[in-house]
Each structure stands twice: as C-alpha cells, then as structure tokens.
C-alpha cells in the first residue's frame, strides 16, 4: 500500500478521503489564492519587473512629478491586484497603480 493510496480527514468537508486527492485540493486552493497584477497594455507582472510611467503623475506628499516615460526598476507585488510597490530615488515607500505603468 502506498502513500497515495491512505485514507485521511479533511477537516473542510468532514469526509475521508486519499492524501492524492488531498495534496490535489491544497495545490488548487494555493492557485486561487494567488493574485495576478496586470500593466496598463495587460501584461502580467512579476517581482523584479522594470516598468514605465505611461502619464505624468503628481507624488502626494513628495512634492515631485514623476514624467511620462520614467523607468522605476525592481518593482514588487502587494498583493493588491490594482497596485505596486517602487523605490524610485528621493521618494520612500512609492505606492503606484497598475494601470499608469507599461511592463519594459
């Protein structure tokens, strides 16, 4: 008798089940919970990603207007699919929306 083939609980249903259907289940939950963040063109983006700015945009609180066409490197993901996390020099903690950004 192999692995696959034991019986065990699942807590969610209340049902005996094998641990294939289990593993089976916990890898389709993890892929649902998984937030997908698209650029202004539709493109998927990934942390790391080098993007640019598609439209002037005033920085609340900096002070600064940061140009059409300004590239901003390393980005990450939130987790938000509506935003991103920058570093761009002079402003801390830079917070932009997908869709202003086009994926380079």
């Given at each position: 008798m192999s692995?696959?083939?034991e019986y065990?609980?699942?807590e969610?249903?209340?049902?005996?089940?094998?641990?294939?259907?289990?593993r089976?289940?916990?890898?389709?939950?993890?892929?649902?919970?998984e937030?997908?963040?698209?650029?202004?063109?539709?493109?998927?983006l990934?942390?790391?990603d080098?993007?640019?700015l598609?439209?002037?945009?005033?920085v609340?609180?900096a002070?600064?207007?940061?140009?059409?066409g300004?590239?901003?490197?390393?980005?990450?993901?939130?987790?938000?699919?509506?935003?991103?996390?920058?570093?761009y020099?002079?402003?801390?903690?830079?917070?932009?929306?997908?869709?202003?950004?086009?994926?380079?």
């Amino acid at each position: 008798m192999s692995d696959d083939d034991e019986y065990v609980y699942d807590e969610e249903t209340g049902e005996w089940i094998t641990a294939r259907e289990l593993r089976s289940k916990k890898a389709d939950a993890a892929k649902a919970d998984e937030v997908v963040v698209r650029d202004s063109l539709g493109n998927v983006l990934a942390d790391g990603d080098q993007v640019t700015l598609i439209k002037d945009l005033e920085v609340k609180g900096a002070g600064q207007v940061l140009r059409r066409g300004t590239l901003i490197k390393s980005i990450r993901l939130t987790g938000d699919p509506q935003e991103i996390d920058c570093r761009y020099e002079g402003i801390k903690g830079l917070v932009l929306r997908a869709e202003f950004v086009k994926k380079r």
